[in-house]
């Protein structure tokens, strides 16, 4: 299945925007699918495996993201990641911010 | 922002002598407290602060770089600091390599997306791999402070 490739807008709800932690995450998590993963903002694009790249979006809550899957694995790689994005912070963020006030 | 609007250029430590991740993130921490960037009192809150991110995940991206970082009640501002191990040092990157470029960032609580716009700013620069080798041949802080400006044109 090589077909066109899957587009999915998602919107950052995390307060603290798509940071470093879940970036790592979604790299890590990209990467283990054979499929190529773009994420773009307004027109720039980058590469879904890569946190170099995606620290390119700087994308603050609100922002809306598309994710453009293309490859055999698709759309496993893309229910997966979008899950991911969607998944509200893990606890000990929550924790971590609070002890810091 | 430019990566220069935020690296304390009198904070920049050209050849660390620690040999492990809580000596780097001390002697980056140390250095910002010496250029005057909070007081000596927050010190050890913002080292643990930033050893406890560590703890969540390295923030070691791979090819030799990592992004120490955490939200600090202390700066009123983002402010950001840069260190070489010529060495190397293991840091629990994400492809298990020594870190030997790390860039320390410090921002205040409420200001999610300057942290952001700074990260977006490090990757700029870093992803150019002559400016990455370029930093880890430098060995004096003015050296570094030419690439910096240089890589802004």
Redesign the interface.
């Known amino acids: 299945m090589n077909g066109a490739p899957l587009l999915q807008k998602v919107v950052i709800t995390n ?7 879940p970036m ?2 979604f790299a ?1 998590l990209a990467s283990r699918f054979k499929s190529s993963v773009k994420v773009s903002r307004e027109g720039q694009s980058v590469n879904g495996k890569s ?3 995606l ?7 609100g922002t809306e993201l598309t994710l453009e899957v293309a490859g055999p694995d698709a759309q496993d790689a893309l229910d997966a990641l979008v899950k991911l994005l969607k998944s509200p912070p893990p606890e ?2 929550v924790s ?2 609070s002890l ?2 | 922002m430019r990566m220069s609007d935020f690296v304390v250029r009198e904070a920049i430590v050209p050849e660390l002598p620690a040999t492990n991740k809580e000596g780097v993130i001390r002697a980056m921490v140390e250095s910002l407290r010496a250029a005057g960037q909070f007081r000596g009192a927050d010190v050890e809150d913002i080292i643990r ?1 930033i050893l ?2 560590e703890f ?2 390295s ?1 070691g ?3 030799g ?1 990592a ?1 120490p ?5 202390s700066v009123e501002r983002l402010i950001g600091t840069i260190a070489i191990s010529h060495k190397g040092i293991a840091f629990d990157s ?1 492809d298990g390599e020594p870190v030997y470029v790390f860039v320390l960032l410090i921002s205040p ?1 409420d200001r ?2 300057d ?3 700074a ?2 700013n ?3 620069s ?2 150019d791999d002559n400016f990455v080798r370029a930093l880890r041949g430098a060995t004096t802080r003015e050296e570094i402070i030419a690439l910096l400006d240089r890589a802004e044109h």
């Open positions: 307060p603290q925007g798509f940071h470093m932690r790592a995450a890590q946190i170099l790249d620290m390119l979006l700087a994308a603050t809550q000990e963020e971590e911010a810091e006030d | 602060a406890k991110r969540l995940g923030t991206i791979g090819r770089v992004i970082h955490t939200k600090h009640n994400l609580q999610p997306g942290h952001l716009r990260l977006e490090v990757s700029r870093l992803r």
